[in-house]
């Protein structure tokens, strides 16, 4: 989880581990999560649950990073944002992202799209 609101940080680790997932790290507001992915998680991680607007880099600059390693260049990157204007939702899609979940995200949902995106299906959440 790539995520600098701490409320939001822990919704999305709590959901993960209803749905069966537990998440290795999750990188806060300080930093920059690419060391992290390259170094102590490399090879370890399936899935990066990246929010769209965070102090430093945005989601989109460490998409491209992520897209740029070859060792991270496969893993499944959704974007989390609650910006869900149609632009913003354009832009996510066309930078990469393999999925787009909308904030605040649907506890209700939440497990079943996280089993359909590790199963490589795309999902594009955009809910107000």
Known sequence: IVEDDPSNMLVAQKLLQVAGVKPDHIYGAAGDPLPLLQGELQGRV????????LPGKDGYTI???IRTDPLLADVIVVALTANVMLPNVNHAQEAGFDGFISKPIDGRRFADWIRRLLVGEAVWIIEH
């Open 63 to 65: 998409l491209q990073e």
């Open 46 to 53: 399936d899935l990066i649950l990246l929010d769209l607007h």
